[in-house]
């Protein structure tokens, strides 16, 4: 069946560094690719998603390419704030879905000062 | 619009009582769906609905009840709370406007004591 496989965190970073979070998929055909945050204490939100191959999502300086001959989303951000101190979670919607989303487990960033 | 909102944002229940947790949404989603989270455990789909009279389950659906009367409110039932049921549910909702992505809710926080 269609999978979702995340780096394990938690990630710890200093403030400024560059951030890769490692997103991998297993799916037939053309899945759309989503990231999500969770900050402490709230609900999942969309950070940026991409629908087809070598699309590449972005949104508040993170970014993600659709890599269809690695089955992979890895989400990158040049320069780390602690504001971005959150979980990410990868998740994607197979072509046939009636909207139900498969969910990687979740990486827990930590940025420190 | 005020997305997808969830009451109560806490509870706390006692062993073997039942409660209704409430979910709505205001974008004419056509499906909503529970989910469970837990340390550890990322996000556990409980019961899933692609529009009104609609609702299937998903993969922790023991112990819950869901319906769908009307496209903006899918209440969570659960009839009788163990401690095991302790978590914190969120309510995601998605549709054609969505690119399909899912929205959430901001969570309730459960305890079963």
């Known amino acids: 069946g269609d999978s979702v496989t995340q780096m394990e965190g938690p990630v710890t970073l200093s403030e400024e560094a560059f951030l890769t979070i490692n997103c991998t998929y297993t799916a037939t055909g053309y899945p759309s690719l989503f990231w999500y945050v969770q900050y402490p204490g709230e609900g999942l939100q969309l950070l940026l998603k991409a629908t087809k191959a070598d699309d590449k999502g972005s949104n508040k300086g993170f970014e993600a390419t659709y890599r269809k001959e690695t089955t992979s989303f890895h989400l990158e951000k040049g320069s780390v704030q602690v504001s971005d101190s959150a979980v990410y979670f990868c998740a994607l919607r197979a072509m046939d879905s009636n909207y139900q989303l498969i969910w990687g487990a979740g990486t827990k960033l930590i940025i420190k000062p | 619009n005020a997305g997808v909102t969830q009451t109560p944002k806490f509870q706390v229940l006692k062993t073997g009582q039942s409660m209704t947790l409430q979910c709505a949404q205001d974008m004419n989603h056509e499906y909503m769906s529970w989910y469970r989270q837990d340390p550890g455990m990322g996000l556990r789909l409980i019961h899933y609905?692609?529009?009104?009279?609609?609702?299937d389950q998903g993969e922790v659906p023991n112990g819950y009840n869901v319906s769908r009367s009307t496209t903006e409110d899918f209440p969570l039932r659960l009839l009788s709370a163990a401690p095991s049921q302790t978590s914190v549910y969120f309510c995601?909702?998605?549709?054609?406007?969505?690119?399909?992505?899912?929205?959430f809710g901001p969570g309730t926080r459960l305890t079963v004591l």
């Open positions: 995601a909702s998605s549709g054609t406007s969505g690119g399909g992505g899912q929205f």
């Open positions: 609905s692609v529009g009104a009279g609609i609702t």
